[in-house]
C-alpha cells in the first residue's frame, strides 16, 4: 500500500491554491469562455554535437500569482535510478508533484502541439483572466531554457509567435474557437 505523504511546502502550495480558488470564486470573475481552447505549438531542434542526449520538457499552466493549475505535458527518462534528473527542470519541479502529472518519456527534436481547454488539473474550468504559459527545456549538459509569458484569457482570440532561445526554436500561442 502506498502512502502520500505530503512535504511542508507541498502542504503550503495546497493550502494557498485552496485559499485562493475560493477567494476569486467569491468575486466577479467570469467562466472560462465556452469553446475556447489554448493551442501550444513549440520546436526544439538538436545541436550538432555527438554526445546529444534528448532535453526533458514540462509545458504548464500558471494563474496570475505564479502558482500551477495545470500541467500539459512533461517529458523525461525514467531510469533505474529514479527520477535523477527531473529537479532539473526547476521551476516546474518547484510548483508542482508527480502525483497529479501525466508524464511521458523524452521526445525526438521537431514540432508538438499540446491543447489547453481552460481546466485545472483536477478538471475544474477556471475562471477568465491573467495565466502564465510555461514550458521549460533542460538537457543534460546542454542548455536551460524557460519561456514564460503571461497571457489574458477572455473571449477575445489572439495568436503571438515567440523565438525563445538556442535549443527552443519556436513558441506558438494561438487562442480561438475550438475545432
Not at 468575486?27 to 531542434?45: I, K, S
Not at 525526438?108 to 514550458?135: A, H, I, S
Not at 477575445?156 to 515567440?162: G, I, L, N, V
Request: hydrophobic letters at 35%; one cysteine or more; glycine letters at 8%.
Amino acid at each position: 500500500m502506498k502512502k502520500n505523504v505530503l512535504s511542508r511546502r507541498s502542504l503550503l502550495y495546497q493550502g494557498m491554491a485552496l485559499a485562493l480558488t475560493l477567494w476569486m470564486g467569491r468575486g466577479r470573475a467570469q467562466g472560462w469562455p465556452t469553446g475556447m481552447q489554448l493551442e501550444v505549438v513549440f520546436e526544439f531542434v538538436a545541436p550538432t554535437s555527438a554526445s546529444y542526449r534528448r532535453p526533458y520538457i514540462a509545458v504548464w499552466i500558471e494563474n496570475a500569482q505564479g502558482l500551477m493549475v495545470r500541467t500539459l505535458a512533461l517529458w523525461f527518462q525514467q531510469s533505474p535510478k529514479g527520477t535523477r534528473w527531473l529537479p532539473d527542470l526547476r521551476r516546474w519541479y518547484r510548483s508542482g508533484s508527480l502525483e497529479n502529472t501525466t508524464s511521458g518519456p523524452t521526445r525526438p527534436p521537431g514540432r508538438y502541439t499540446l491543447v489547453w481547454d481552460g481546466k485545472d488539473d483536477k478538471g475544474n474550468l477556471l475562471p477568465q483572466g491573467e495565466y502564465y504559459v510555461c514550458l521549460e527545456l533542460v538537457r543534460e549538459h546542454g542548455p536551460y531554457e524557460l519561456f514564460r509569458e503571461k497571457f489574458t484569457f477572455a473571449t477575445a482570440p489572439f495568436s503571438r509567435s515567440f523565438s525563445p532561445g538556442s535549443d527552443l526554436k519556436e513558441v506558438k500561442l494561438t487562442y480561438a474557437k475550438q475545432g
